[in-house]
């Protein structure tokens, strides 16, 4: 069977778009920032108050793809080996064997992540960055394609534990899933009232429609849309533009320039060019930066936002012709 085609594969992830908004009302966005991450390899941060579709965004998007999927309910008293998997004695060989954790998937879903210590969100850190997990010295690496989604509640509820700086930074991008508009609401309620189960995505209709020859197809695609000088300076400036802001205390890092042009790339692609302009740069802005830059206090006590931050930079930053 030959590979698929960039123009097929495309065409196989805007099908993705289209059966999730089966399940996902309302958050389009949201589900674009997902097929960005799938194509540039990346990890998605989830954020938005209980009863927003967060999970079952997630779970829609694993319905709609023909990969191997666990979750993971994060709880206080979760350990970091319930996550990677540990070495368990067996009496009959009287050896240790390796026990694989739900880690080893395609696509994980850590629900409610920062509901759990930082040890064990840490123990996600080598997952995430090496695609490997190392357990009594033995590196393992994972299976190919593979992408952690995770959900949070906003920092501010009770119960939670945020997410140190190194673990955010391993997450191409935060994707905030605002309360829906009433029209929307009211899109929710219907399909409801007409028997539509979040906990059967089957009945509703959603089928795979996606696995990983598009996606490798997709990613070769990607990997040759072109990006100017002009643009790269332009991403730069802006990262550095936050370094120098008055109201953060921690700018953009060089990896989350890297970030910001792998997102870039994947958005442009998906539009249907080979090329990056200006526009892709600042559609991704948010999403790719936003979790990267530290308020200062004072400038946090005084109601600004790192989106209003970010926001103020674009405007500033002057856009190449």
């Known amino acids: 069977m030959s590979a698929p085609t960039a123009d097929s594969a495309r065409a196989s992830l805007e099908a993705l778009r289209t059966e999730i908004a089966k399940a996902v009302v309302g958050q389009d966005p949201a589900v674009t920032g997902l097929v960005v991450a799938l ?19 997630v779970r829609a998007l694993a319905a709609s793809l023909q990969l191997e999927t666990k979750r993971v309910q994060f709880t206080p008293d979760l350990m970091p080996g319930d996550i990677t998997g540990s070495l368990v004695y067996d009496a009959r060989t009287a050896e240790f064997s390796f026990q694989p954790g ?23 850190l080598e997952a ?20 952690v989604a995770a959900t949070q509640n906003p920092v501010e509820y009770e119960g939670t534990y945020p997410l140190p700086e190194a673990q955010l930074d391993r997450f191409l991008l935060k994707l905030i899933l605002p309360l ?19 906990r059967d995505l089957h009945s509703a209709g959603l ?19 072109s990006v100017s000088s002009d643009i790269t300076g332009y991403i730069v400036d802006i990262c550095r533009a936050t370094r120098e802001s008055p109201s953060l205390s921690l700018g953009v890092s060089p990896r989350g ?8 790339r ?28 530290q308020l200062r206090p004072e400038a946090e006590m005084e109601g600004v936002t790192t989106d209003s931050v970010i926001t103020s930079v674009l405007s500033r930053v002057p856009v190449p012709r």
């Open 102 to 124: 739900p880690v080893f998937t395609n696509l994980l879903l850590a629900d409610e992540i920062n509901r759990t210590p930082p040890k064990t969100q840490a123990s996600l």
């Open 257 to 264: 320039a890297t970030a910001l042009l792998a997102t870039s």
């Open 180 to 198: 829906p508009s009433r029209d929307t609401e009211i899109d929710v309620l219907t399909r409801h009232a007409e028997g539509f189960n979040p």
């Open 207 to 225: 089928r795979p429609v996606a696995g990983p020859a598009e996606l490798e197809s997709a990613r070769a695609a990607v990997a040759k849309t």
């Open 128 to 147: 995430m960055e090496e695609r490997q997990v190392s357990v009594d010295g033995t590196p393992r690496p994972l299976p190919d394609p593979f992408l």
């Open 266 to 293: 994947a958005w442009a692609w998906l539009t249907g060019r080979d090329y990056v302009i200006p526009d892709d740069v600042k559609a991704l802005a948010l999403p790719t930066l936003r979790h990267r830059v």
């Open 39 to 57: 194509l540039c390899r990346g990890h998605v941060l989830l954020e938005g108050v209980p009863g927003v579709a967060k999970t079952l965004l």
